[in-house]
């Protein structure tokens, strides 16, 4: 299947590790000019690299926090230096929480609002006149199954992930005037680097044994009885960006191994 994205550009929020440096790997492979955006240096540098070694499209890369404006107008403005215009914004950034509503103040709260959902407004807002002025473009939000299946010990990412679908069903309205599609995408387990940085230390006074701890969970909570890879996750990113997936507005998928309870 051609998916017509060969000379596209696209920002990738967080596209350092995990799920954004798989999908920045499967735009490069397409053939698509990519920015790459995250706070660690390194860890971007090295994945510049390894998207590079890909081949097909370009690769930048800026730091930049997009839980402030100023980190948000940094990156539109890298986008607009490096390649003249934008195509496709995966708004990816983003990070578990753990707390209880009783505890949590109100920074803790802020902080998490800025990055799951104010990043998504600045970032739309630069980059929409953009995309506009080269006849259309694409949004994908990537919020969580926790925006609809929440986990008990994170209720902040729980409801500004929420936020972000809602926020995703809104923009697509406003936005498909310019013919800007606005989707949203509800993963549920994808074993990313930090998934078993996390696992290990779980385990670590108990053996040690962070596979079967992941195994465990998959098993006890996605009927496919396993984590997804990030590629899997990539895969399904690109085409949902693609001019495949043309008819796709103002929709939020589920990509959970059949993790959701509900209909
Ligand atoms: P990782 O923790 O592996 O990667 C997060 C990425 O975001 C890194 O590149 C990180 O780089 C960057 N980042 C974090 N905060 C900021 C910031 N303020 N400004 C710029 N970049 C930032 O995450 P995953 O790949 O696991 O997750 C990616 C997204 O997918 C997140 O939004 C997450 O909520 C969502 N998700 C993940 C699931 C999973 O099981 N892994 C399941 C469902 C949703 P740096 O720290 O250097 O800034």
Redesign the pocket.
Known sequence: MDLGLAGKVAVV??????????VAKGFAAEGVDVL?????TA??DA?QAEIAAVGGGRVAAVV?????AA?CDAVIAAVQQTFGGVDILFN?????SNETIAEADDAKWQYYWD??VM?AVRLARGLTPLMAKRGGGVILN?????AAQPLWYEPI?NVT?AALVMLSKTMSTEFIKDNIRVNAI??????????IKTAKQLTADTGGDWQGYIDTLAKDNAPIGR??T?AE?ADFVVFLCSARSSYSVGSTYFVDGGMLKTI
Do not use: E, Q
């Open positions: 929020t967080g596209g350092s590790v995990g799920i954004g440096l798989a790459i955006v995250a706070r660690d860890r971007l994945a930049s926090d997009v839980g402030t980190g990816n950034a983003g990070t578990g990055l799951h990043a990537n919020a969580s199954i926790c990412y992930k509800n993963p549920g387990f994808v074993l990313t680097p930090d998934w984590f997804a990030p996750i």
